[in-house]
């Protein structure tokens, strides 16, 4: 697991905000402006969120979203919700809906 990345979504949780992927992604070294490092990330937050479902905690990775502007602005990936739906939480419908209950566990659970 990319040990910076974790510690930093951790942080970003009990502040009980948000990051984007391109304020994330270069602390892997990696460039959102490029797919293959946008797959790059995809990984890590995947397997981060992977993760703390094993240890019964929310889904960490729903604290990194799209920039504002455009349809996707402020809500993760789609890779999110793929994640989601393989370890059987989300089950298809309303994203946004889910994403909020989501986020809102998060910052729930790490809630300083």
Known sequence: ?????YEELKRVAKEQ??????????LAGLDMGRAEDRNSIAEI???????????????????VVHAQGGDSG???GTGFFTM?????LYRGGDR????????????KAWKS
């Open 96 to 107: 946004v809906t889910f994403f909020a209950l989501e986020l809102g566990r998060v910052h």
């Open 45 to 63: 937050l995947d397997e981060i969120s992977r993760h703390e479902h094993e240890q019964g905690r929310p889904l960490l990775s729903a604290v």
């Open 17 to 26: 905000r948000t990051i984007t992927y391109g304020e994330i992604a270069p």
């Open 84 to 88: 989601a739906k393989s370890v059987g």
């Open 74 to 76: 402020g809500v993760p």
């Open 1 to 5: 697991m990319h040990q910076q990345i």
